[in-house]
T-cell receptor, first 116, second 114 residues
């Protein structure tokens, strides 16, 4: 069975600085999808960024980028120029290609604090 | 804008009560999900549904059931609530053939069982 591990329960960053959130996963599949979701306090969780395992290029969405290391099964999220609005719980998630139902396996989350 | 609405943000129930958590989406999505979120455990899938009247167990279905009589509505039922079901419950939906893995979440229902 696939597993997703986030080893940093909490992280903090100063506004305008860069922070990296870690995620590792375990799978025997060769093709899959990885995601970072953001859950702001008392608000809906939203998708931040998606990576398809067969693509070698790291995904980027504005200030958010990933470092996808397939051999190491590592999928970290880098937030550049951190803003106060980036403060949230961040969840790493895995999707097997075997399902058509978007059934995701989530990690335990990292709470990010942003200080002015 | 896509919208997933959970009927109650906060509920307080007593042990043994039957609890209904309702979720409605207005995006004509085929897939709907119920997750449970607990500190240190992340999100765990309780049940999901890929079509009306279709449901599949997730990783922690014990003590829960679901109902999907209409495409837009997915209900989570706790037949006899217990204190260990105190948690945040998140509903989500997604479109088959849409952006793979993009789930749209509701704001959550925080349930306390006394």
């Amino acid at each position: 069975a696939q597993t997703v591990t986030q080893s940093q329960p909490e992280m903090s960053v100063q506004e305008a600085e860069t922070v990296t959130l870690s995620c590792t996963y375990d799978t025997s599949e060769s093709d899959y999808y990885l995601f970072w979701y953001k859950q702001p306090p008392s608000r809906q969780m939203i998708l931040v960024i998606r990576q398809e395992a067969y693509k070698q290029q790291n995904a980027t969405e504005n200030r958010f980028s990933v470092n996808f290391q397939k051999a190491a099964k590592s999928f970290s999220l880098k937030i550049s120029d951190s803003q106060l609005g980036d403060a949230a719980m961040y969840f790493c998630a895995y999707r097997s290609p075997l399902y058509n139902t978007d059934k995701l396996i989530f990690g335990t989350g990292t709470r990010l604090q942003v200080f002015p | 804008d896509v919208k997933v609405t959970q009927s109650s943000r906060y509920l307080v129930k007593r042990t043994g009560e039957k609890v209904f958590l309702e979720c409605v989406q207005d995006m004509d999505h085929e897939n709907m999900f119920w997750y449970r979120q607990d500190p240190g455990l992340g999100l765990r899938l309780i049940y999901f549904s890929y079509d009306v009247k279709m449901k599949e167990k997730g990783d922690i279905p014990e003590g829960y059931s679901v109902s999907r009589e209409k495409k837009e509505r997915f209900s989570l039922i706790l037949e006899s609530a217990s204190t260990n079901q105190t948690s945040m419950y998140l509903c989500a939906s997604s479109l088959i053939g849409g952006n793979t893995g993009e789930l749209f979440f509701g704001e959550g229902s925080r349930l306390t069982v006394l």
